[in-house]
């Protein structure tokens, strides 16, 4: 199977376990289940659920035993999503091509939603697998761990909270700051979560804690090549590809790399993100895993 | 140790563990640890983490074990005010006697805030109390699993959903249908955490599905004395007292139990659902608790 079929294949598995996986009425009013579902199947390119099942398969595992936490995964990014465009955050009216949900449901359901999604990302993964094999209970209490870590304030709320902050003219700095803070921004903001996806994939795969720890680092790369490739784009694309207004960050006065290195230069360091996250994957002994070309499907994108 | 010396110690002890639990700089950003700690001390009662307590230990077990999610819950019930109380949702700018965050931080850091709360809720009872014993880590996934559901759509969001409905004009209904859909929404809004705190207590402190069950169906009368309580004294209340507008709900055309019942016949089924509760535990073998203590409280309080 090649990349592209393996790609389709897992994202079949995955709509179809999202879908069943979210509360619907009457057990959940209706108004949410509807504006959780709006936002959920907008679209999405589903990478954080597609690495966490490839990493689950990567080492040996059975990739059926991380699916509830892909899925997990997801409603956590769905609900990023839904509260980052928020008026009182970006402001953002369309996304993937759609008017937000905030736009089509009300702020306050926006709100609401996303708070659900969180939540029931929890919920999920305490759930599932149904399974009283106290190895198994053991890596779902792990992966949880690993999740709200990645999700909290240390993590993606946090790197939102910098993002907010960054947006403020008093506190852009020198071009070599910019640098470091912007890295850091985006380690919280969208990189901890994609290494989440990475390692809850390798720890319910039963992996040993060496090959999570190097699963966990090459996502890093595979996270900082992801948002390296997202501005290079948003300079790129045209608003018909990308689904919003290209431009919009580097107008909107934020840093990006491709306004700090260029676009060519850019590039060459998302190529080597995933040359270094070949190489750790080489090392934890899964070198020719599907992991690797996620990693090249991340730089080769154009959407 | 009378009542209010309990109640003093525990709260003590659950102050000393929320502040611990906090994330802090510079694991994480300081104006997002800044915002939380300013709503998680603005002087709440405790509620839900003395029942979580109480209920571990009427068990016959051990409360230390059950602090984390004690602690959690109050972040989660802390998360719920800071959302409820944004302009899109219930728009109230003072609480407790105090600006709401979103005045004092601004909207954007509101959201978030909430967010790291409830996300950093689950981090907490996913990494604590540490242990490696299968039957504590069985528990500890049956909390998060007890209480992610009712945090989530069929629960707290669920309710605020259905009250941010009820606020509008179009569904206002007959009083019959009024009493039905009030206890149906609070049974979720505030009825879910607060029977979540006991079930979690009892989970921890070990005891069996029989006694579980009766402690989650004697804090769903505790609940909804609680919420009755609420009301009444929404109406009789000076804002001194309460920290809020008095009779804002009614004054804001939401249902109340005072407006649909009277304040004395209010009263009259508050104290009815304590006497229920009571029944309920001492059939579970634990009638002579604390538990029972925090009943009388509930409809006894000034505030």
Known sequence: ???????????????????????????????VARAMLYSLTAGGKRLRPVLCLASAEAVGGDPA???????????I????????????????TMRRGRPTLHVVAGEGMAILA???????????LAREP????????????????????????????????????????EHAGTPAFEADALRAMHAKKTGALIRAAA??????????DTVIARVDAAAAELGLAFQIVDDVLDVEGAAATLGKTPGKDATAGKPTYA????????????????????ALLAEAGIGHSRLSEIGRWIVNRSH
């Open 130 to 169: 149904v399974t009283t094999d106290p190895a198994i209970v053991a890596r779902k209490v792990r992966v949880i761990g690993v999740v709200a870590g990645a999700a909290g304030a240390a993590g993606m709320v946090g790197g939102q909270a910098l993002d907010l902050a960054a947006s403020e003219p």
């Open 114 to 124: 996303g708070d659900a999604l969180l939540t029931e990302a929890f919920a999920l």
């Open 199 to 208: 390692s809850a994939g390798a720890i319910m795969g039963g992996a040993d």
């Open 65 to 75: 035993q991380a699916m509830p936490a892909a899925c997990a995964l997801e409603f």
């Open 259 to 278: 306004a700090l290195y260029g676009i060519d230069e850019a590039r060459r360091m998302a190529a080597a993100c995933i040359d270094r996250a070949d």
């Open 77 to 92: 990014h769905t609900y990023s999503l839904i509260h980052d465009d928020l008026p009182a955050m970006d402001n953002d």
């Open 1 to 31: 199977m090649d990349f592209h079929q393996y790609l389709e294949a897992r994202r079949a598995e995955i709509e179809a376990a999202l879908a069943a996986a979210l509360p619907s009425p009457p057990a959940c009013p209706a108004s």
